[in-house]
Structure formats: structure tokens, C-alpha cells
Nanobody, 125 residues
């Protein structure tokens, strides 16, 4: 059974940090590009960051560059999103996504095969 399970969301003050995790099972994890998307209330879902199967290629939306870092541990079937210097505008439901696509296809063209259930991130004082 294929699963993408996110964890690590929560409430944090502006300027704080969170680390999201996405654990996968049920498919050939280490041949898939993995991405993090987010959707804020009243807004469309947007790609935040993607990482290639081997981890050598990454992509970030401009609004998080320099603050967020994506990484993956294929031995643990887990991808992480380290989020620093969080801002209220980062508040959203964050989704893990997977697909046999390039980083550009996923992060720019939003091609996704599998979705996780999402985890809420709220940045507020």
C-alpha cells in the first residue's frame, strides 16, 4: 500500500523554525522526485521545493530561498524540509508529493503522481 506521511507541522512564532518530514512506503522511493507543496486558505496550491531522486538537484520557490532547505535520506525513505526564519505568510497546509518526473516538471509544471495528507504549519505570535 502506497503511503506518504507528513509530520512536524505545528504552531511557531515568526522567526522560528520547524522541520517537516515525509516518510514513504509502497513504491520505489529512490527513483522518485519528491516535493513539498503548500496551500494557504483562499489560495492555490503552490510548489515550495523539490528534490531529485538522487538528491543532487533541488528547486525552491523564490519566497523561501535562503530560509528553507530540502533534503532526503533514501536509506530511511524520508524527505525533510527545514524551515527557518518563518513568516506569517508561510502559514499553510504543507503536502508531500512524489512522482517519476524531473524536478522542473514537478516544481514548475506541478506534475505529481502521489500526495500525502498534509500537515498544518501556522506562523503566528
Amino acid at each position: 500500500q502506497l503511503q506518504l506521511v507528513e509530520s512536524g507541522g505545528g504552531l511557531v512564532q515568526p522567526g522560528g523554525s520547524l522541520r517537516l518530514s515525509c516518510a514513504a512506503s509502497g513504491f520505489t522511493w529512490d527513483s522518485y522526485t519528491i516535493g513539498w507543496f503548500r496551500q494557504a486558505p483562499g489560495k492555490e496550491r503552490e510548489a515550495v521545493s523539490c528534490i531529485s531522486a538522487g538528491g543532487g538537484i533541488t528547486n525552491y520557490v523564490d519566497s523561501v530561498k535562503g530560509r528553507f532547505t530540502i533534503s532526503r535520506d533514501n536509506a530511511k525513505n524520508t524527505v525533510y524540509l527545514q524551515m527557518n526564519s518563518l513568516k506569517p505568510e508561510d502559514t499553510a497546509v504543507y503536502y508531500c508529493a512524489a512522482g517519476p518526473y524531473t524536478v522542473q516538471s514537478m516544481c514548475v509544471m506541478n506534475r505529481v503522481r502521489y500526495w500525502g495528507q498534509g500537515t498544518q504549519v501556522t506562523v503566528s505570535s
